[in-house]
């Protein structure tokens, strides 16, 4: 689940003509980056939520091969990212999914993170299962932290503790979870709590680097962690990139 409905109003003027979701970091959209890495995960079937300018994002998706995408129409309600999420339960199905953020992306460093993810997944004792990064991994990232992690990998809120990590945008979640859940919007924030007061909220901490783009001036700062990453391990950087291009 592609979490791409929202209205991008701290990235005005940028989203006065188009949605967030599609805002380019070197030559490659926000919501691409997010796609490529379920690929590259082997995700086969993405539902992409829409709700801003809906119409730019379904042309924009509708020439992808991999993963295949499904539109989760939020046109005439947004509905936040719970609420998202429940609305587009019937097209999810009954097994564990990943939810990834589509104002975020990272760069990998050795095994993607997703996969590492999906390794990490335990079914019996978690609900949630959330990807993490530390302060001096993110770029463009202008809070705090989110979760403190204990030597298990079970989480708690952080409360702004600097040792915490920050919730990276994407996760595993099962969707038992959502089996009360109201139908109107609401937000994801209201099961992490309800996942730790149970003991199944966890947490993995990402390898490489996390880029947050929430303003235009974030754009540069973001392009220059990308020129980073290919400039330190560039032969890797040009394999993924061809690799997704074959993708789509």
Known sequence: MVLAAGLGKRMRPITDTMPKPLVKISGKTLL??????????????AMVNVHYFPEQIVAHVAARRAPKVVISDESERLLDSAGGIVHAL????????????????WIDSGVPNLARLALAWDAAKMDILLMLADLQSA?????GTDFLMAPDGALRRSKGDPTGLIYAGAAIVHPRLFADAPAGPHSLNAYFDAAIAAGRLFGTVM???W????????IPLAEAAVAAALA??????????????ELK
Do not use: C, M, R
């Open 207 to 209: 390898h490489g680097h």
């Open 139 to 143: 770029t463009g990232h202008s809070g």
């Open 90 to 105: 019937p097209e999810l199905g009954g097994a564990p999914f990943y939810i990834v953020n589509a104002d975020t992306f």
């Open 32 to 45: 691409d980056w997010s796609l490529d890495s379920l690929a590259q995960a082997g995700v086969d079937k």
């Open 232 to 245: 330190e391990s560039p032969s890797a950087f040009t394999e993924l990139t061809s690799a997704f291009t």
């Open 211 to 218: 880029i947050t783009v929430g303003t235009p001036d974030a």
